[in-house]
Antibody, heavy 116, light 106 residues
C-alpha cells in the first residue's frame, strides 16, 4: 500500500522559511516522479513542483519558482520542499503526491500558515 | 499557459446520472484524470487515462475524453458521492488542475 506522510507544516511569518518533508513507503521510491500540490483554504488544487525519479529534472510553478526548492533522498525514501520568502498567499495544505500512469496518490497533507 | 475549466457546481437527485465536464484546448489529445475530494480528506483518483477506474472505485464512475471536453459520469448517484471533483492533465511537465466542481446530491 502506498503511504505518504507529510510533516513540517506550521505557522510562519511573512518572509520566513519552512521545510516540508514527506516519508514514502509501500513502493519503490526511486522509480517514481514525485510532486508537491497545495490547496489554499476553501480553494482548489494547485500544482507546486515535480522532481523526476532520478532527481535529474525539476519543475516549478511560476508562483513559487526562485523561492521554493524540491529535493529527494533515496536513502531515506523521502521528499522535501524547502520554502523561503514565504508570502501570505502561500498559506495552504501541502500534499506530497506520487505520480504514475494511474494518476496521483496523495498523502494526508500538512498545513502551512503564513501570517504576522 | 494551459487551462482547464469546470463548472463550479452540479446538482443531481439520488439515483440519477451526474455529468461533470472539464474543458481545455484539444484536451482529447491528452490523458485526463479525475479526483474526488470529500471535506477534510485528501483527493482520491476515481478515473485515470480518461476512462479507466482504479481498483476499489465503483463501476458507477466512468469517464470519456474527446475534442475539447472530458466528462466524468456518475450513474445511479448516491449520497456518498457528494464531493468536490477535479480534472487534471499534464502540460509540459506541469500538472494542470481544473477549478473543481462541487457535486451536490439532493
Amino acid at each position: 500500500e502506498v503511504r505518504l506522510v507529510e510533516s513540517g507544516g506550521g505557522l510562519v511569518k511573512p518572509g520566513g522559511s519552512l521545510r516540508l518533508s514527506c516519508a514514502a513507503s509501500g513502493f519503490t521510491f526511486i522509480n517514481y516522479n514525485m510532486n508537491w500540490v497545495r490547496q489554499a483554504p476553501g480553494k482548489g488544487l494547485e500544482w507546486v513542483s515535480t522532481i523526476t525519479s532520478s532527481g535529474r529534472y525539476i519543475y516549478y510553478a511560476d508562483s513559487v519558482r526562485g523561492r521554493f526548492s524540491i529535493s529527494r533522498d533515496k536513502a531515506k525514501n523521502s521528499l522535501y520542499l524547502q520554502m523561503s520568502s514565504l508570502r501570505v498567499e502561500d498559506t495552504a495544505v501541502y500534499y506530497c503526491t506520487r505520480q504514475d500512469i494511474t494518476g496521483l496518490s496523495w498523502g494526508q497533507g500538512t498545513l502551512v500558515i503564513v501570517s504576522s | 499557459s494551459y487551462e482547464l475549466t469546470q463548472s463550479p457546481s452540479v446538482s443531481v437527485s439520488p439515483g440519477q446520472t451526474a455529468s461533470i465536464t472539464c474543458s481545455g484546448d484539444k484536451l482529447g489529445d491528452r490523458y485526463t484524470c479525475w479526483y474526488q475530494q470529500k471535506p477534510g480528506q485528501s483527493p482520491v483518483v476515481v478515473i485515470y487515462q480518461d476512462a479507466k477506474r482504479p481498483s476499489g472505485i465503483p463501476e458507477r464512475f466512468s469517464g470519456s475524453n474527446s475534442g475539447n471536453t472530458a466528462t466524468l459520469t456518475i450513474s445511479g448517484t448516491q449520497a456518498v458521492d457528494e464531493a468536490d471533483y477535479y480534472c487534471q492533465a499534464w502540460d509540459n511537465n506541469t500538472a494542470i488542475f481544473g477549478g473543481g466542481t462541487k457535486l451536490t446530491v439532493l
